[in-house]
């Protein structure tokens, strides 16, 4: 029985030893694919050395960084923050930080860029060129900030344009309603007088009776009251013999 526990451990341990071997030939491969500026190639070999041992921080580490290389940079940041973490050393935390500050550059990531700078300088005081990229940084920053706050101010001002345009507009529409009220009395005595004015006119364009027209309507007119008044003198004579032949 102890025989046989003592057969599993070096077995384990042999295993241990076989994998952690295999995952430094896979990591001297990826620097190596690295230097050569094969950066896939080098990609490649650090994924198979953190199949083969998971936590390895050297791994993580420069696999971010050839993601970097490719111009990966969202992968890169992701792996670079984890290698921070987890660094065991100072220098090794401070050489994360900074290569993540410069992946979060690289990603207009300013405000990031800028704790990652000086995360590594917390770490490695002094180290004039992550000082340098910490300034860079602070002024990228800054640039963003008041592009940012002339874009609002500009969005504003055109908000304020637009306000301002459609006021003008409903005050001239207002204006011309009132107007129209203010006329319409006048336009409709001015309609009136125009009326009158045709009026007469047509009655002055009316030709005037010639004589013989004139003559006939005067004969017209004296047969119209012979006849009205012999009426009246049929009903007057009427009337009396009726009164006589009753009494």
Known sequence: ??????????????GYATMAQSAHKSLRSGDEAFDNAKYENAEKAYQQALKKAPGNNKATYNLGNSMYRQGKYEDAATLLTDAAKKAQTPAERADAYHNLGNTQMQLQ??????????NSLRNRPGDAETKQNLQMALKKKQEQQQQEQQKKDQQQQQQQQNKDQQQNQQDQKDQQDQNQQQNQPQQNQQNKDQNQQQQQQQSKSTPPLTQSQEQLLKYIDRQD???????????????????QKDW
Request: charged share 25%.
């Open 1 to 14: 029985m102890q025989k046989t526990g003592l057969l599993l451990m070096l077995q384990m341990v042999f």
């Open 109 to 118: 990531k300013y405000d990031q860029a800028v704790q990652a700078y000086q």
């Open 225 to 243: 009251r012979e006849i009205k008044q012999r009426y009246q003198e049929k009903t007057t004579k009427t009337q009396t013999s009726r009164h």
